[in-house]
């Protein structure tokens, strides 16, 4: 029998999530379906109870679902917790709903794997305190970097970010303004703003010819992020095309137990 999938967010339309899915049990011959459902926030609980009814095995979720649902499944992973947020559903044999997060370690597969890019000792600057950084940090402190520094236009949720995180690394916060002079060897953008075709006012002093810049975000063109680090001077700016892919192959993984090749769905997308 065909297990059921799919992806939850508000609007969903535009998610790629299907697509890569379906490519990722073509190629390892799952019996597989995947499909996209949009749920308005209101409705989560009541959708989430609907789907375990009907006996949906997995779900991903998406904007702006990421960190309500938390409360409403029965278990979370270590990183789920640390993250505050949830990605992944795993709908166990025993009727439990499992919440997991596998957003970190697809951006961090991605810079490494991809990108050849160290983190070890690297001075990484992140953008933004909302849902999206907090998913990211516990899996780039593991790695060790020299510092981890969040920037944020509320500079109080920067500092509960670096509070909530500080005994898993070097990690510190601080407002656009105080970014001063200082370099980085990866600036994350980690901000909702280019939603809206905005690029806060980050200065332009933060990029230096060696800095690779990383848009978690991601669109056909370049996001308006990747724009303003490829006028600004960056060395190499990236759109989070190929940390959306990672973070599917992990939850395919979750939920089937195989590993999907990421390389050709990757070369698939922009
Ligand atoms: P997400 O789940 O995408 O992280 P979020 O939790 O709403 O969404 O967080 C959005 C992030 O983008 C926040 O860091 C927000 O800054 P504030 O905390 O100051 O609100 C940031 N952001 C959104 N629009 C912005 C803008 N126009 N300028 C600067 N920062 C912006």
Aim: aromatic residues 8%; contains cysteine.
């Amino acid at each position: 029998m065909t297990d059921r999938y799919g992806v939850i967010g508000h609007p969903v339309a535009h998610s790629k999530s299907p697509v890569i899915h379906q490519m990722f049990a073509r190629q390892t011959g799952q019996d597989i379906s995947y499909q996209a459902f949009d749920v308005a926030p209101e409705d989560l609980e009541s959708a989430l109870e609907r789907f375990a009814g009907e006996g949906i095995r997995g779900l991903n979720v998406t904007v702006p679902h990421k960190s309500e649902i938390s409360q409403y499944v029965d278990v979370l992973t270590g990183r789920a917790r640390l993250a505050g947020a949830v990605n992944t559903i795993i709908m166990r044999e025993n009727g439990k709903m499992e919440g997991d997060n596998t957003d970190g370690v697809g951006l961090v597969s991605d810079l490494s794997d991809d990108l050849g890019f160290t983190i070890e000792d690297a001075r990484i600057l992140i953008l933004g305190a909302g849902g999206a950084a907090r998913g990211i940090v516990p899996a780039l402190l593991k790695d060790i970097p020299a510092n981890l520094l969040v920037a944020n236009r509320t500079v109080e949720k920067a500092r509960g970010i670096a509070s909530a995180f500080s005994e898993l690394g070097s990690i510190s916060a601080c407002s656009f303004d105080e970014l001063g002079e200082q370099h980085f060897d990866l600036v994350i953008n980690a901000t909702s703003a280019g939603l809206g075709g905005e690029v806060p006012p980050f200065p332009t002093a933060i990029l230096d010819p060696d800095t690779i810049c990383y848009d978690l975000s991601y669109a056909m063109a370049d996001t308006p992020f990747v724009s303003w680090a490829k006028k600004n001077g960056a060395s190499e700016a990236y759109q989070g095309w190929g940390m959306l892919v990672r973070q599917a192959a992990e939850s395919f993984y979750l939920w089937r137990d195989v590993r999907p090749d990421i390389h050709p769905v990757r070369r698939h997308l922009p």
